[in-house]
């Protein structure tokens, strides 16, 4: 299958910094790409799709000015979590969406970033 | 709002023992359904999906799952599982035609020699 890569795999910042994580298509070129958000014990919930060349499109609840999201090339898509807090402490997965001639457009998942915010 | 109910949060099998993991979804349009399997450490990794046809979907490594339109339900199935099968899964649901995917809470499978 196809690859989503992410970095950093984890990070840790102080409180009111400002954290980008990278999503990154290896193999194959993604117009659409998405953001999750994984609590302990939970499911992923989506935050946002992010499109090549345009802006995201933000889920309720998710504050866009909070969750930066800028899709800068068909295999870049980057997450700035701005000053951050302590309760945006989470798991953040990506995937990036192959599209093809077929009936249904998969998702490949990066392996996640784990940001501690102190 | 469109849901995906999976009612064991951790199961815990002995080797050869046979495996089925409930997941009901509840939007009544058409939906497309899939099981995603994560390993300790390792990235989401697609089992098997749904779209139309037969409601029996046999995927990767021995599983399957049964799509049950009348129950909204694709429960997943493996008739013997391995040591190596422990995981999380998740069982997900996107509306037909749309690509945003709304993700059950995950069951915790652990598999003991």
């Known amino acids: 299958g196809a690859v989503v890569s992410q970095h950093p795999s984890w990070v840790i910042c102080k409180s009111g910094t400002s954290v980008k994580i990278e999503c990154r298509s290896l193999d194959f070129q993604a117009t659409t790409m998405f953001w999750y958000r994984q609590f302990p014990k939970q499911s992923l919930m989506l935050m946002a799709t992010s499109n090549e060349g345009s802006k995201a499109t933000y889920e309720q609840g998710v504050e866009k000015d909070k969750f930066l999201i800028n899709h800068a090339s068909l295999t870049l898509s980057t997450l700035t979590v701005t000053s951050a807090h302590p309760e945006d402490s989470s798991f953040y997965i990506c995937?990036?969406?192959?599209?093809?001639?077929?009936?249904?457009?998969?998702?490949?998942f990066g392996p996640g970033t784990r940001l501690t915010v102190l | 709002a469109q849901s995906v109910s999976q009612h064991n949060h951790h199961v815990i099998l002995s080797e050869a023992a046979s495996l089925e993991l409930g997941c009901n979804y509840s939007?009544?349009?058409?939906?497309?359904l899939f099981w995603y399997v994560q390993y300790p450490g390792q990235h989401l990794q697609l089992l098997l999906k749904?779209?139309?046809?037969?409601?029996l979907v046999k995927g990767i490594k021995g599983f399957e799952a049964e799509f049950i339109k009348s129950k909204f339900s694709f429960n997943l199935r493996k008739p013997s599982v391995q040591w190596s099968d422990t995981a999380e899964y998740f069982c997900a649901v996107n509306r037909g035609g749309g690509n945003k995917l709304t993700f059950g809470t995950g069951t915790q499978l652990k598999v003991e020699l």
């Open positions: 939007y009544g349009g058409t939906v497309n």
């Open positions: 995937s990036a969406l192959q599209t093809s001639g077929l009936s249904y457009n998969e998702q490949f």
């Open positions: 749904y779209f139309s046809g037969d409601p």
